[in-house]
């Protein structure tokens, strides 16, 4: 997942003063946040297809009807460039629904699913329901 990245200079030594990594997984924690106080609930984070190549789900989620939600969780320090949502391209979402449908295999019938984004701008967060469908 392609996050933001806050790098500052101290001294001679230029160090990243949070990893990339460190600052999906505190998206990633906000957006479960979000979620969970509009009472989804949480069933996996950071399903990965086995392989190369595959895909990731950031967040699974059971929605209180029993619809399984794929969440893609974005986070930019800012709006510009059209912001968090814009940059889940359709690339970026054929390898959720690759993951998604890896996913399911595992049910015998599966749950209706659908497929969310939160998106992070410089800390607002912007849930969208349904943002795009497995076609």
């Known amino acids: 997942m392609a996050l933001w990245s ?4 101290v001294g001679k030594n230029a160090s990243a003063s949070t990893s990339t990594r460190e600052q999906g997984m505190s998206a990633e924690d906000s957006a479960l946040a ?13 399903y990965r ?3 190369r190549g595959g895909g990731e789900i950031d967040l699974v ?31 970026k979402q054929q390898r959720i629904v690759f993951a998604a449908r890896h996913y399911l295999r ?3 019938a599966p749950p209706p699913c ?7 701008d410089g800390g607002r967060i912007q849930w969208l329901v349904g943002a795009f469908d497995a076609s």
Do not use: C, Q, Y
């Open 34 to 46: 979000h979620l969970e106080g509009a009472g989804l609930r949480l069933v996996d984070r950071n």
């Open 114 to 120: 659908r497929f969310d984004v939160v998106a992070i």
């Open 61 to 91: 989620m059971r929605a209180a009807g029993g619809t399984l939600v794929f969440v893609e969780v974005r986070a930019r320090s800012g709006s510009g460039h059209g912001g968090a949502a814009a940059s889940v391209s359709a690339i």
């Open 6 to 9: 806050v790098k500052r200079s």
């Open 106 to 108: 595992r049910f015998r």
């Open 49 to 51: 297809t086995p392989g």
